[in-house]
Structure formats: structure tokens, C-alpha cells
């Protein structure tokens, strides 16, 4: 993909019922990935939104000077517009997403969590606090880098090809900040991750599953998946099975 804007567009599909999800996308990546599965999702009667958070679906220059909290005022923000259509909502994230539906567990209308590769640690994670510090020193944007066999996994899909070394630490952030707070979920909450994982320590998971409070929680492994996996059909029931189990 070049360098070029790219004009992205949020999903909403209008349900039949109260139960409501929200999906937040992954940090440089778009919507588009949900669409399948905001479909599969809408067909049992749920309303469900897809929006961009600040600085996404356009270049990757509008991530400049976007902080974690500001995509929680989004991500927050969309909530409330959803509680419009849904008196019980679910909020599932990839990634970035998955922290971000973790920081928003104490709002009244959020019925559970499904973390899709969220990370509360990242691989190496103290060393890669270290390399974006120094790498911020001499570069303020940076082409992606993929491991030939992850460029494999991923196929093909939509993201901003480089990035401001400043957002990536707000990833970083993030990250720190959800660990943070783990002891304050106690919804229920489905946490899956890749068992190929390139990015997430494969600690992160237990990370989460030993924090929280919640009465109700599972992880999911997805063997020899991508960082991102919301394309697979088994994640969709996994995800429905505990949407209804939860509702």
C-alpha cells in the first residue's frame, strides 16, 4: 500500500435485539478486516459497530500526536452511542483493540470482554520500550517490518505501511496501563491469542486470565494463526458461544 490517504468507513448494522458489540480495530489497521465477522455477528440479531479511532483509515502522518487516552475518549464515545440500540453490550478488540475493551469493563452497559491478541506485554517487551526511545531519537516515522513467514500469515490485509515512532510507544503505553488495571474487571471476559503470535508475549494471556476478577473467564488458544485471526470461522462460533452464554 503507498503512502497515499485512504478514505475508511466505519461499519454499523442495525440489530434486532438489545445485545449490542462493539469492535475496535488494531493500532495502523483498518475496519475492513471486521466486516465478515460484524455480518456473522448482526445475523443473530445484534447491532454492531466498527469505527475508526482517531488518526486510523486515513495516512499514517494523522497518527502524529494521538495519545492511548485519546482512542479510549473514542472507543468510549462509541459506547455511548451504541447504548442508543443496545441495553447489553460486548466489546471485542484486536490487538491495541483488546486492551482498549479491557479499559472500558467498568462501564455500566458492558456485559463482557473478548481480547482478540490483546496485549498486556509484548514480546521482549522492556527491550522494545528501549529500541523505540533511542529509535525516537533519530527517526520520527518507520516503514513496517515483517518476518517473511507473518507476511505469509497476514494475506492481505489492509494496514498503514509505516508509522510515527511516538504512536508505536503509545501502543507501549497502553499496554502498561491495561496491565494496570486488570483487578478492576470482574465481567466476564474471552481472551484468545495466536499460538504463532509475532508480536504478544505468550505470557499475556495468563497475564490477563491471573489478573482479572472475573468470575467468568477463558482463554483461547488459535493454533498457528496470525497476530490477527478475526477471520477465522472458529474464532466467529467461539465468539457467538460466549456472547449468548454471557447475554
Known amino acids: 500500500m503507498s503512502e497515499k490517504a485512504y478514505n475508511g468507513k466505519s461499519i454499523f448494522l442495525k440489530g434486532s435485539n438489545k445485545g449490542g458489540i462493539l469492535l475496535l480495530h488494531g493500532w495502523s489497521s483498518y475496519t475492513d478486516e471486521f466486516l465478515p465477522l ?36 473514542d472507543a468510549k464515545n462509541e459506547l455511548w452511542k451504541l447504548e442508543k440500540y443496545s441495553s447489553k453490550i460486548f466489546i471485542g478488540g484486536i490487538s491495541m483493540g483488546g ?26 517487551h522492556p527491550l522494545v520500550k528501549i529500541v523505540l526511545f533511542f529509535m525516537g531519537m533519530t527517526k520520527t516515522n518507520r516503514k513496517k517490518y515483517y518476518p517473511s513467514w507473518a507476511r505469509r500469515k497476514m494475506g492481505n490485509r489492509k494496514v498503514y505501511p509505516s508509522y510515527p515512532v511516538e504512536s508505536a510507544k503509545e501502543v507501549v503505553r497502553l499496554a502498561d496501563a491495561t496491565r494496570a ?10 481472551v484468545m491469542q495466536s499460538t504463532t503470535d509475532h508480536l504478544v508475549s505468550k505470557k499475556s494471556p495468563q497475564m490477563i ?13 488459535v493454533k498457528d494463526g496470525y497476530h490477527v485471526f478475526v477471520e477465522d470461522r472458529k474464532v466467529w462460533k467461539e465468539i457467538v458461544d460466549f456472547i449468548k452464554s454471557n447475554l
Open 38 to 73: 460484524a455480518k456473522y455477528l448482526n445475523s443473530f440479531g445484534y447491532t454492531v459497530s466498527a469505527p475508526f479511532l482517531r488518526g486510523h483509515g486515513t495516512k499514517p502522518e494523522d497518527l502524529f500526536g494521538v495519545t492511548w487516552e485519546d482512542w479510549l475518549e
Open 99 to 124: 486492551d482498549l475493551a479491557m479499559q472500558l469493563c467498568e462501564e455500566k452497559s458492558v456485559a463482557g470482554v473478548i481480547s482478540l491478541g490483546g496485549a498486556v506485554r509484548y514480546k521482549f
Open 181 to 190: 488495571i486488570l483487578s478492576r474487571i470482574t465481567k466476564p471476559i474471552l
Open 209 to 221: 486470565f491471573d489478573g482479572v476478577r472475573s468470575k467468568i473467564k477463558k482463554i483461547h488458544w
